[in-house]
């Protein structure tokens, strides 16, 4: 069944004009990319907008949200007096079910535990008319590309891994909960123009290589930042090669090179996954526009002409990457990696692969890895490593039982983990991981901060495909090459694995009993959302307070932070999960993983009212008691990661004004405008050293806080000296009005009639 199809036909309907005007306006061939934005614009353009510059309004089709981003954005929501969600949106609980036993037992714990936030998902989507995915259904991005995603599309979803879709040919970009909570409001919504960065692919992946390792090559080519507000548009024979689910995880890992999205031209592939997942009928319609779907040719033939940048990639003389440790752009092609442990001194010793997630749980990854569990059982291997599968779909995990891939599985030690995030996202409850024993672990997923997986910051974990991670977890070695090295069997002899074979879609067709949908109720007003006041889960918002109209002054140095400071350091995952729908709790782990740059430790720093050294949260927490406000100092890529806006709630609720660092991650500063806090940027990157432990900061030049106008800040050192460094913003006109109004959120209650 397709849902929405009425909508994709209007879409469709509109787009042969809206194109055609961009053209005209543009008056040169477009990219995908640009077709697509132009066709979702929320007015028609009266000019070109200019990438990288300009603000432009778009109208989105969809909204998708998962269960720990969702509590915050529909607590947002249900403030601003709608009666139901403007444009489809959908809510999938996937994040909080705990990886520790086997599926089957791990997800009725999870319902179990998690009964108050899922009873409230699920009630305010049948209040509000949202489609509500079940624990156990799958992960967002699997769901979404399996039921929602469509050729030509534009969807905004609160995790930072939406761009999955972008496999289905959409513009899907990950957003903060504020943002979802505008688009569902049927408000427009805002977003820089794009840059755009072509990947031309030629050739034809073969052997071991796959989509994955394509994506792990452009992260180490542009790095954790190289894609920061820019649009990769993949294109070329060997895009077309490539599965639409082997797209879909392109997408999905765009997120950690720091991407607004990535996306691909309609073709063949994502037909037959249209056909495949039973919507004969969206296929059908986007064929009548086919060529609207895609960039121009003249486009493709001359790219440097069209993108910002263009990088190529011949997918022919590709070789499997293992990226890692600790960030996901180290990128090690497999050849390589014996020299590049040793030299680093990463453990070589293998404790656990890991299949799965929303990145690569693809039937066609899953039947590649079976094929290699089956190799190893036909050729008498042991499997040295523990080894686990988290399908992404109920749908996915039906089919592979069916099959038989799950019993193949079960045949080499490995143990299915529900359908969901798990040990991705820190829910996983690891034996021993409390020791913080030094260990190595490689899976499929797409990030490997530290801590990320198990809590362990000394867990060294690498990222490759499926295919390299089960052949590696058979080995229970880091520096396994397959490609080329033989192991011992169980009769002693030498054996060889042949390169993974498998089948893009299945031969029978997917299958499922129950996927895991709850569609809402047809009239939600006489549905009732209960918060309780003494929950530990759930609390309601209260509306953040308005600018004080004058500059900010003696303002205390909360943290320098040094180096990589992801979301995950700012506001954890894992065990931190359970307190995402209730703020002044999540708070209490706010910036608890960054290291403070004046004593190398973590959740340590000096409280200026009494010298002494406390946890980042009490220590905020003590200031705010004295009314006093604060200033975070962080370093490059600031934010980088998820999606999750509690990293710039946290810092709001508990009186932090200011947050000022090289460079920040899109998504974590787009959340911090809408909070109504101020984010800006060293004008002089250098001046980051001046920041001294005991400075009391001021900002100024509030009173007249304009757009492409620098800000003055002011450090008081402990010396009695002082000196003025300059900061700039990227606020527009719109942006210091949410400053001004206390957030976004305030603005659209105004507008409404609530506040
Ligand atoms: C992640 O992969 O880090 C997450 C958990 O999916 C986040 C969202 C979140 O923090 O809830 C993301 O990527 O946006
Ligand atoms: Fe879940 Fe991991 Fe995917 Fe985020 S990246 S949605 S945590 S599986």
């Not at 397709?2 to 909508?7: P, S, T, V």
């Not at 020791?435 to 974990?461: C, L, M, V, W």
């Not at 396994?480 to 169980?490: A, M």
Request: aromatic fraction near 8%.
């Amino acid at each position: 069944m397709a849902f929405d199809l009425d909508l994709i036909k209007k879409v469709y309907a509109e787009m042969p004009a809206k194109i055609e005007a961009a053209r005209k306006l543009l008056n040169r061939p477009l990219t995908l990319t640009e077709k697509i934005l132009y066709a979702h614009l929320d007015k028609a353009a009266d000019r070109a907008f200019v990438r990288g510059e300009d603000y432009v309004d778009f109208r989105p089709d969809r909204v998708a949200m998962q269960d720990a981003t969702a509590q915050m954005a529909l607590l947002q929501f249900m403030t601003c007096g709608r009666d139901k969600v403007a444009v489809p949106s959908t809510v999938h609980c996937d994040h909080l079910i705990q990886a520790k036993v086997e599926a089957g037992t791990d997800l009725q714990v999870a319902v179990d535990t998690n009964k108050e936030v899922y009873d409230f998902l699920s009630s305010v989507s049948d209040r509000y008319g949202l489609g509500f995915w079940k624990a156990g259904a799958g992960i967002i991005h699997q769901v979404v590309l399996e039921n929602y995603a469509f050729p030509g599309g534009m969807m905004i979803g609160t995790d930072s891994h939406t761009p999955n879709a972008g496999g289905l040919g959409m513009i899907a970009i990950g957003v903060g909960g504020a943002d979802a909570c505008d688009v569902m409001a049927g408000l427009a919504w805002e977003l820089k123009m794009p840059k755009l960065i072509g990947v031309k692919l030629t050739g034809k992946l073969n052997g071991w290589a796959t989509p994955k390792d394509i994506i792990l090559w452009v992260a180490g080519k542009l790095t954790v930042k190289g894609g920061t507000g820019a649009v990769v548009e993949y294109f070329g024979e060997g895009a077309t090669s490539i599965s639409c689910t082997g797209k879909g995880t392109i997408g999905n890992m765009g997120a950690e090179i720091g991407a607004t999205t990535s996306t691909f031209g309609y073709d063949e592939s994502m037909e037959r996954y249209l056909r495949a997942t039973n919507r004969a009928a969206i296929a059908d319609a986007a064929n009548t526009v086919k060529e609207h779907l895609t960039g121009d040719a003249e486009v493709y033939a001359h790219p440097e002409m069209y993108f910002d940048q263009v990088i190529e990639l011949d997918l022919s003389t590709l070789e499997p990457y293992i990226n890692g440790p600790f960030s996901p752009d180290l990128a090690t092609p497999i050849s390589k990696m014996k020299e590049a442990a040793a030299a680093n001194g990463w453990p070589t010793n293998l404790e656990v692969g890991l299949i799965g997630s929303c990145t690569n749980s693809s039937y066609e990854d899953i039947s590649r890895a079976a094929n290699l569990a089956e190799q190893a059982i036909a050729k008498n291997l042991k499997t040295k490593a523990k080894y686990t599968i988290t399908p992404g779909s109920e749908l996915v995990r039906f089919t592979i039982e069916r099959d038989g891939f799950i019993n193949t599985f079960e045949k080499i030690g490995g143990t299915v983990f529900a359908n969901a995030c798990g040990p991705c996202i820190g829910m996983w409850a690891r034996e021993g991981a409390e020791k913080k024993e030094k260990n190595t672990i490689i899976h499929s997923f797409n990030r490997n901060f530290a801590a990320r997986q198990d809590g362990n910051p000394n867990t060294y974990a690498f990222v490759g495909s499926p295919e390299i991670v089960t052949a590696l977890a058979i080995a229970g070695d880091l520096t396994f090459n397959p490609l080329t090295d033989t192991l011992t069997n169980e009769n002693g002899e030498q054996v060889k694995l042949d390169p993974p074979t498998g089948w893009e879609l299945p031969i029978k067709g997917f299958a499922v009993e129950d996927a895991g949908y709850q569609a809402p109720a047809e009239d939600g007003s006489h549905v009732t959302v209960v918060v309780s006041p003494t929950s530990a889960r759930l609390q309601l918002l209260a509306p953040f307070t308005p600018w004080e109209g004058t500059d900010l002054k003696g303002l205390k140095l909360l943290i320098k932070a040094k180096g990589k400071c992801t979301t995950d350091h700012i506001s954890m995952a894992g065990p931190w999960l359970k307190f995402r729908g209730h703020l002044d709790n999540i708070s209490n782990n706010m910036l608890i993983g960054a290291t403070n740059f004046f004593n190398e430790k973590t959740n340590t720093v000096k409280n200026q009212l009494t010298g002494e050294y406390g946890e980042v949260p009490a220590v905020q927490r003590a200031y705010k008691a004295a009314g006093i406000g604060s200033i975070v100092v962080g370093d490059e890529n600031y934010g980088e990661g998820s999606s999750r806006e509690h990293a710039a709630m946290e810092p709001r609720h508990l009186g932090v004004r200011v947050v000022l660092v090289k460079s920040f991650a899109r998504i974590h500063e787009t959340n911090l405008k809408k909070q109504g806090m101020l984010g800006l940027t060293f004008a002089d990157k250098a001046d980051y050293d001046k920041i001294q432990e005991d400075d009391v900061i001021d900002v100024l030049g509030l009173t007249t806080f304009a757009p492409d106008t620098q800000l003055t800040i002011v450090l008081h050192h402990a010396d009695g000296t002082s000196e003025e460094i300059k900061a700039n913003h990227t606020y527009n006109a719109q942006q210091i009005e949410w400053f001004k109004a206390g957030s976004a959120l305030n603005i659209i209650r105004k507008e409404f009639g609530v506040a």
